[in-house]
């Protein structure tokens, strides 16, 4: 097995393919920090002569009419927390920077989802360019045991996705906290952060994995592609369908999409419809609830089971030419 893993690490990092989606990764993780960049950077005097002239102005009108403003809200069938309207926040008006953790927190969501989707599309490549090309049929004259051939590509595929995972999520707080510290801001959530990013290693093992398996099941990358899109697609129809047809609320907690924003955020939260309201004019109640950490780590270590086991039993019976 242990010159099988060093065989496929070397076919792994052979292709040109990989190289160019981390070389893709690694960009869109720079750009992003442009942005980090610039909510961390302190505003210009005349900046902050004009952003407080209009803080100002709006904090009297939310003095004089927030009450009004909420009970209006209220009165149209929002609830008490959802038509709260807090004091206005300075650092929203460009009186100070961004806070720290507000700035980096969509800078990790970014590189965690950008990592997982290029290791599927990569993953994918790697096992469906061998099987349509034949490489997979001769690399079986060498080594006939499928299981072993199967066993340490998934190695594999899992180890590198973690190391991915991990090079993204340093990288981006790396430079955050250079950012923060060239601008003189303090770096308060930093732990947070940190365990948002460690998190995020595990989305981007499971999507790494999930790649290779659908791959290896299609054996076509197109086919494989058409897949990843069909989940996206899925991730915003349940959710606008289930506001129109109330049963499908019961799937909104079993898509993929919310579970790996689950494991991502430590839970993640949707909004259902209740009553007898109808939605589409407006008058049905909403009410949110939620999914938490165990549950997006356990829905997705049965999926990626069920795949894998599914994966590796068609590959033992499967021909391949």
């Not at 007898?276 to 990626?304: F, N």
Request: net charge negative; hydrophobic share 50%.
């Amino acid at each position: 097995m242990s010159n099988a893993i060093r065989a496929e690490i070397h076919r792994l990092l052979s292709r040109r393919l990989v190289f160019i989606a981390l070389l893709g990764l690694l960009l869109g993780i720079g750009l992003f920090q442009l942005a980090v960049n610039s909510m961390l950077t302190p505003p210009s005097p005349a900046q902050v002569a004009e952003a407080q002239r209009s803080y100002e102005e709006y904090v009297k009108d939310w003095e004089a009419h927030h009450e009004e403003w909420e009970a209006e809200c209220t009165e149209s069938g929002g609830t008490v927390d959802e038509c709260a309207i807090p004091r206005p926040d300075p650092s929203e008006w460009g009186l100070a920077p961004v806070p720290f953790q507000q700035a980096v927190s969509p800078a990790i969501t970014f590189g965690v989802y950008l990592g997982g989707f290029v290791l599927f599309l990569a993953m994918t490549s790697f096992i469906a360019a061998e099987a349509s090309s034949g490489s997979l049929a001769n690399w079986l004259t060498f080594v006939p045991d499928r299981d072993v051939v199967v066993g340490s590509k998934l190695v594999v595929v899992t180890g590198f996705s973690i190391v991915v995972g991990a090079c993204v999520g340093l990288l981006t707080l790396g430079i955050s906290a250079l950012l923060a510290i060239a601008h003189a801001q303090p770096m308060i959530g930093f732990g947070d952060l940190a365990a948002m990013a460690a998190r995020g290693v595990i989305v981007t093992a499971i999507l790494g994995i999930a790649g290779f398996a659908v791959g290896l099941l299609t054996g076509s990358t197109a086919a494989s592609t058409g897949v990843l899109l069909g989940a996206v697609f899925l991730t915003y129809v349940v959710p606008a369908l289930a506001f129109l047809v109330r049963p499908v609320q019961l799937l909104v907690p079993w898509t993929p999409s919310l579970n790996l924003q689950a494991i991502v955020n430590n839970g993640a939260s949707y909004q259902v419809t209740a009553g007898s309201g109808s939605p589409t004019e407006g008058t049905a109640e909403l009410v949110t609830r939620t999914i938490g950490l165990a549950h997006g780590l356990g829905y997705w270590a049965v999926l990626l089971v069920a795949l894998v086991a599914v994966t590796w039993v068609l590959f033992r019976r499967r021909d391949v030419t």
